[in-house]
């Protein structure tokens, strides 16, 4: 797929209700702006509270019929579903690239995991089982577990990742017996839209899947039903506090899956070739800086410092910046406007609060002066403490830090509220694990382990959120155990 051969039509965009789709909704339209160009591409309609109902109705109704099914069969189904989103793995990749504006190599890489995450969850359907608890007929009783779905799952996902982010989520639920309706971000709805017409063209029945684009308010709905027994949230710390607070009131769980400001430390004896590539091409390359776990913070050996700022520098400045499609393209645009405008306000502070810009810092002009272009921007010498350091960015910066002992190193790394990744690069060994052990973040990847790994459970601590997603945790998330006891 090259920027010249790509088929420019954006899809029209439907709500999913129990089967039915929805041109119209009450909760009017959102005009899509392309990135690359900031001019509307497409008009959404949104969902209101009233589709919110109706879904949440619809997705009740099939529960039963649903948790029902035989569980090989509930495999066989999302097995085809995964099937179906690999054979659509180009169609994914140029709407996650008009959904976003990520450049469209990476989003053909996220497709690819997607449908691992969905095969693996897939598996799980026909493995779920119970246990006899406590000793056979303790106290003259038979104990046992069972391990049952919830019902109605409320999923709100944002705009960096539109099919991982549901990949994550689905076929956990849907494996473990719940149904779903699934509200994608306004800002991305094309994935979300194809995804719902391959889970009905894999067989998947009528109100178990449910998609619709909306705004906060729909979002809001969704939580607030009492029909849905539990929220799977991807997004910021923000909303994800207005969702909690709702879930208060209705006693609901819940799993949030928010930001980040992941420390890298990079110790002396490390690889600096794989550190440093790794580091900077994660930060300010990729998804153009908008992940959650990205290594945002390189927090540096003093003796190797100096070495490290040079190497981050030169990749960072070869980055190639531009259209999506372009086949060497590493980074496109931020999401929108809003988006720009944000990112380089920090980099302005950043600059009065005394880091060193090393690289970037600019909005690209030329060809690219409409469209929401960043330079991949990297700071030295930045204070642990600075705004850049503590809040997340979501956009292509990297802060450098120097530290002069392992004790430090972690202090800095464990300084802010997130706690979502931490990465370290070392060659020994027994350092990696006593450094593993010391950061207060949900997963640690050692030496350019890769993000996004199905097999292992993903999610933070601290203000990253709660829950897991991934490997058999990632399952239990959407299980609730009950335990039977015959006298
Ligand atoms: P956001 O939190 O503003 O919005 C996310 C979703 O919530 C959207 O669908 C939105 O419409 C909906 N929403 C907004 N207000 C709502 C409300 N009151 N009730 C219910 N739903 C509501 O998204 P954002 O902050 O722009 O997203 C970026 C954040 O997401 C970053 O912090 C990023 O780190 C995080 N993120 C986390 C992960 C993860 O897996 N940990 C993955 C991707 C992104």
């Known amino acids: 797929m090259t920027a010249s051969t790509i088929d420019t039509t954006r899809p029209e965009v439907t709500l999913r209700i129990g089967g039915e789709k929805r041109r119209t909704a009450s909760g009017g339209t959102f005009d899509h702006v392309n990135p690359c160009t900031g001019t509307p591409d497409a008009t959404i309609p949104m969902a209101g509270p009233a589709e919110i109902d109706e879904a949440v109705a619809a997705a009740h109704n099939a529960y039963q019929s649903w948790r029902q099914t035989n569980p090989s069969e509930r495999r066989r189904l999302l097995l085809r579903f995964a099937d179906l989103i690999e054979q659509h793995a180009d169609d994914f990749t140029r709407l996650g690239t008009f959904d976003n504006g990520t450049a469209s190599g990476l989003v053909a890489g996220l497709v690819a995991t997607s449908v691992e995450w969905t095969r693996y969850y897939a598996g799980w359907a026909d493995k779920i089982t119970s246990e006899v608890s406590g000793s056979y007929r303790a106290n003259g009783e038979f104990s046992y577990t069972l391990r049952q779905p919830y019902g109605v799952i409320g999923v709100i996902i944002t705009w960096n990742g539109p099919l991982i982010s549901l990949a994550m989520k689905v076929p956990a639920a849907l494996a473990a017996g719940n149904t779903v309706v699934i509200k994608p971000s306004e800002l991305t709805p094309f994935s979300a839209d194809l995804y719902a017409d391959l889970a009905a063209e894999a067989g998947i029945p009528d109100g178990v899947l449910n998609v619709l684009p909306g705004s906060a308010e729909a979002g809001a709905a969704l939580v607030a039903h009492p029909l849905v027994k539990k929220v799977s ?95 060497d393209t590493v980074s496109g645009p931020v999401v929108n406007d809003a988006a720009l405008q944000r990112i380089t306000g920090m980099i302005e502070r950043a600059k009065g609060d005394g880091a060193r810009l090393l690289t970037g810092g600019e909005r690209l002009g030329g060809d690219l002066a409409d469209g929401y272009f960043l330079q991949p ?80 459970p993903f999610g933070g601590i601290g203000i990253s959120g709660m829950g897991k997603e991934g490997g058999r945790e990632g399952l239990d998330e959407f299980l609730q155990t009950k335990s039977v006891s015959i006298a």
């Open 233 to 327: 949230f991807t997004g910021g710390p923000d909303t994800a506090r207005k969702i909690l607070h709702t879930c208060a009131e209705h006693i609901k769980p819940s799993v949030m899956e928010l930001g980040g400001k992941s420390g890298n430390i990079v110790f002396e004896d490390a690889n600096l070739d794989a550190a440093c590539g790794v580091g900077t091409l994660l930060s300010v390359g990729f998804m153009t800086g908008q992940g959650c776990a990205l290594p945002t913070r390189m927090i540096v050996a003093r003796p190797v410092y100096d070495d490290v700022i040079a190497r981050v520098e030169a990749i960072a400045s070869m980055i190639k910046v531009g259209d999506p499609f372009e086949p």
């Open 377 to 456: 921007t990297v700071f030295a010498d930045v204070d642990p403490q600075s705004e850049l350091a503590q809040k997340e960015v979501f956009g292509p910066v990297l802060s450098i830090i120097p530290f002069d002992n392992e004790e430090e190193a972690i202090e800095i790394a464990n300084s802010t509220p997130y706690g979502l990744s931490g990465y370290v690069f070392t060659n020994e060994l027994k350092r990696a694990h006593r450094v593993a052990e010391a950061l207060e973040t949900g997963e640690v990847l050692i030496n350019g382990a890769m993000n996004l790994s199905v097999h292992r």
